[in-house]
């Protein structure tokens, strides 16, 4: 995804709300710089506490936007109403990179557009070290272009749980053997592109440029985080805020694991532990773990 950014995205209607203590008095652009052409971005509302951005996507560039800050471990929310009718081949997404090296760290929020009246597709993935091919896809089980839903990632030194509306869909245990996002400073990404050689049917459908301008709206961003703008990592180095404890051992308990359970068994469209031709000599060591 990080490699992705300069691809980007279409018109994107986006409010972002800083609600985390340290962003309640920044403006949107002492907080966030501008991903694609600046004139494609418009500041409607900046109060210091409730900063609402259109972005626009059209054949010459698109837009998105970036934390200035980096974080290690922290729970950011935001709430998103995706592009309605036909979205083939755009991608939104709400994410955490490192960079675009080849050992980066990443987590993904992304979804894949659809042909009016197939479901949207909900692609989480985690990238750690430079290793992904971890993704857990579900179509969604509303309609998220009718309103507004929340979707949050709680990333911890014990896992990284996925939620929609508050509720956990997919967690990602650390293991001490193996590669984990745990060292690596990590910047938020809010993102709408152009991703038709892969987004939709394998990127047999591309985008339908008569339909533009293609909307989606981000609002009531939340980021109860730990600052850590150190290059070289480290928990040490980082500054949390008050409220940390709320999430910072957050691991699921019986009944979020049974959530996760429900939304594999019902609206789960693909595991990479279950792709054999993927990886003919054998799933990745997680796979095997509970």
């Not at 440029?209 to 703008?229: K, L, T």
């Amino acid at each position: 995804m990080a490699k992705l950014l300069h691809q980007l995205l279409s018109l994107a209607a986006v409010t972002v709300s800083c609600l985390a203590p340290a962003a309640a008095a920044a403006g949107f652009y002492e907080k966030f710089d501008v991903v694609g052409s600046r004139d494609h971005v418009r500041v409607v509302s900046d109060d210091g506490k409730t900063q609402q951005v259109a972005l626009t996507l059209d054949r010459s560039s698109g837009s998105g936007f970036t934390s200035k800050d980096t974080y290690l471990f922290g729970e950011f929310s935001v709430q998103m109403k995706l592009v309605g009718g036909n979205s083939a081949g755009t991608v939104t997404s709400f994410y955490l990179s490192s960079g675009e090296g080849d050992g980066h760290d990443e987590i993904d929020i992304e979804f894949m557009g659809n042909l009016s009246g197939d479901p949207y597709v909900m692609n989480t993935n985690v990238w750690a070290n430079g290793d992904g091919k971890k993704e857990h896809q579900f179509y969604l089980w509303y309609d998220p272009t009718a309103d507004y839903h929340n979707y949050t990632i709680n990333w911890n030194p014990k896992n990284i749980i996925f939620q929609v509306d508050d509720v956990p869909v997919r967690t990602f245990k650390k293991y001490n053997d193996l590669a984990y996002p745990q060292n690596k400073p990590m910047r938020l990404h809010a993102t709408l592109w152009d991703g038709s050689y892969w987004a939709t049917r394998h990127g047999d459908v591309k985008i339908d440029w008569s339909g533009a301008p293609f909307v989606v709206s981000y609002r009531g961003y939340s980021a109860n985080a730990c600052v850590n703008n150190n290059p070289a990592g480290g928990w040490s180095s980082s500054l949390c805020p008050e409220g940390t404890a709320a999430w910072i051992n957050r691991e699921l308990d019986g009944t979020g694991l049974r959530n996760v359970a429900w939304a594999e068994r019902n609206y789960m469209s693909y595991n990479y532990c279950a792709d054999g031709w993927r990886f003919p000599q054998g799933f990745p060591a997680e796979c095997y773990r509970k």
